[in-house]
């Protein structure tokens, strides 16, 4: 596996990569990997010819009060796991690199970009919309893969894919959870273990609006209502919100049909996490 800190390296060996092997794929992410990483990486191996992925805690995408200084960083070993998957290429900068001095520019989704994480995280989907946008440029994919745990961030990038024409197929990933349906994250490192069974609260939630929809209920406001009771009522649980919308504009509904997106985040402690799934 070749490492790239720049762009101009990484541009050049991506066009080494795409001519012999075909389609290739862009894994982006922030390091810290597990299984769920893992998992786009072979996804992405068994449909290109070519995988090239990126490590860049992006600094935009973090808000004044966020956790940017001390999210994981775990780089020898993400490195050793990519290489073991097979991926041709790790585009690695710095935020030097990323970010050049006198650097302005900024994509932002109006709208969608401002719904769900990005009404509780302002400027966040801006920060993801625009680093995104780098990547595509440098390293050119054919295919982008991310998971399905971060579904707004799915739906923003889709939306910024097709207002700006970018030859790229975002490829959506099942999420991935721990045997107790504790949905995979880097950020559930940061939980003690009383705060990692309260965590257990999300799954949970998802769950019991399954179950309502199993038996008929459709009203989003009632299964809404349903989620958050059981948000509540765990101990140091605190709800940022409970949620049905369409999978592509973020904006409610009224009736949850097959395809809208039940979706959720709440505080665990100091640490914020999210889970979702799409209704059938």
């Not at 998971?147 to 700006?164: E, H, I, N, S, W």
């Not at 994250?185 to 003690?192: E, V």
């Not at 009203?219 to 409970?242: F, I, K, Q």
Request: aromatic share 6%; net charge negative; glycine share 8%.
């Amino acid at each position: 596996m070749k490492i790239a800190e720049t762009v101009v390296e990484t541009r050049q060996f991506c066009r080494e990569l795409r001519s012999p092997k075909g389609l290739l794929a862009l894994v982006p992410t922030m390091g810290a990997l597990h299984e769920g990483h893992l998992s786009l990486v072979r996804r992405a191996r068994a449909e290109c010819g070519a995988v090239a992925a990126s490590i860049f805690v992006n600094p935009l995408q973090f808000g004044p009060n966020e956790d940017f200084a001390k999210y994981p960083r775990t780089f020898a070993d993400d490195c050793a796991q990519l290489e073991a998957e097979g991926v041709d290429l790790l585009f690695a900068p710095s935020a030097a690199e990323m970010y050049p001095e006198g650097a302005v520019t900024k994509i932002s989704v109006d709208g969608i970009g401002d719904r769900l994480d990005g009404a509780s995280r302002p400027g966040h989907f801006t920060g993801v919309a625009t680093v995104v946008a780098k990547l595509f440029h440098v390293v050119e994919p054919d295919r982008a893969y991310f998971g399905q745990k971060d579904a707004a961030q799915l739906a923003v990038l889709r939306q910024m894919v097709r207002d700006l024409n970018f030859g790229v197929e975002v490829v959506a990933c099942p999420i991935v959870r721990d045997a107790d349906g504790l949905a995979l994250s880097s950020r559930n490192k940061y939980l003690s273990p009383s705060e990692r069974m309260h965590a257990l609260a999300l799954h949970r939630a998802l769950l019991a609006m399954e179950a309502m929809m199993a038996r008929g209920e459709r009203s989003s406001r009632m299964l809404v209502e349903e989620g958050t009771e059981v948000l509540r009522s765990e101990a140091g649980v605190r709800v940022d919100y409970v949620a049905a919308v369409d999978a592509q504009t973020l904006l409610p509904v009224e009736r949850v049909e097959a395809g809208t997106l039940v979706a959720l985040a709440a505080w665990v402690g100091p640490t914020r996490l999210i889970d979702n799934f799409i209704a059938t």
